[in-house]
């Protein structure tokens, strides 16, 4: 089964700092990866997602991803957080297909990174 | 605005007692997902759908039902409720053409 591993539990930053969240799936074949984020209180907002093609990924917010398939990886960075970043962040994997294809469409989560940004 | 809407926002209910969430999409989506949210452990797959009348189990199914009786509602229901049971439930739906995924807004329960 697909796992997904974050990092980081708890990020802690002051602003004008880079980010980086580290995010790793178990499974090398064809595969999906989104981040998404929550704001205290909302639900899950798409950062920005992977398919195929430039292994660098733009999302919203000056956010974005890099997916390095060698290392089953797909990390989260962002040059300069504001106070407004401070939120927790889930890398989530889409994949593998089996045979079946049951598996197609079903995300798997990692564990969730709490980023807080100090003004 | 469309999108999916969960019902109640919050709950708080005796074990033992049973209880449904409700997840409604206009959307058109075939295939809809419960998640539940705890903390460290991030969101997992309780149930999902993949088009109406055809449901299937997730990670975490155990304690759970769902039905899938047309395209638009996806309710969850605990028929027993239990302390662990304590979470925040999240109903998503994917449009299978684009793989794009729209989240609702999330049921806080807390079993007591």
């Known amino acids: 089964a697909q796992s997904v591993s974050q990092h980081n539990h708890h990020v802690i930053l002051s602003e004008a700092a880079s980010l980086e969240l580290g995010c790793n799936y178990s499974?090398?074949?064809?595969?999906?990866l989104f981040w998404y984020v929550q704001y205290p209180g909302q639900h899950l907002q798409l950062l920005l997602k992977?398919?195929?093609?430039?292994?660098l990924v733009k999302g919203i917010k000056g956010f974005e991803a890099e997916f390095i398939k060698s290392k089953f990886s797909f990390n989260l960075r962002k040059p300069s957080v504001q106070w407004s970043d401070t939120a927790e962040y889930f890398c989530?994997?889409?994949?593998?297909?089996?045979?079946?294809?049951?598996?197609?469409?079903?995300?798997?989560f990692g564990q969730g990174t709490i980023l807080t940004v100090h003004p | 605005t469309a999108g999916i809407t969960q019902a109640p926002t919050s709950q708080i209910l005796a074990a033992g007692r049973s209880m449904t969430l409700r997840c409604t999409q206009d959307?058109?989506?075939?295939?809809m997902y419960w998640y539940r949210q705890d903390l460290g452990l991030g969101l997992r797959l309780i149930h999902y759908?993949?088009?109406?009348?055809?449901?299937g189990k997730g990670e975490v199914p155990d304690g759970y039902s769902v039905s899938r009786a047309n395209t638009d509602d996806f309710p969850l229901t605990l028929a027993s409720a239990v302390p662990s049971q304590t979470s925040v439930y999240f109903c998503?739906?994917?449009?299978?053409?684009?793989?794009?995924?729209?989240f609702g807004s999330g049921t806080r329960l807390t079993v007591v």
């Open positions: 998503a739906s994917r449009d299978s053409g684009t793989i794009a995924y729209t």
């Open positions: 499974y090398g074949g064809t595969v999906n």
């Open positions: 992977y398919f195929s093609g430039d292994p």
């Open positions: 989530a994997v889409n994949g593998p297909m089996n045979a079946g294809g049951t598996s197609y469409g079903k995300l798997t």
């Open positions: 959307m058109r989506h075939n295939a």
């Open positions: 759908s993949n088009t109406a009348g055809t449901t």
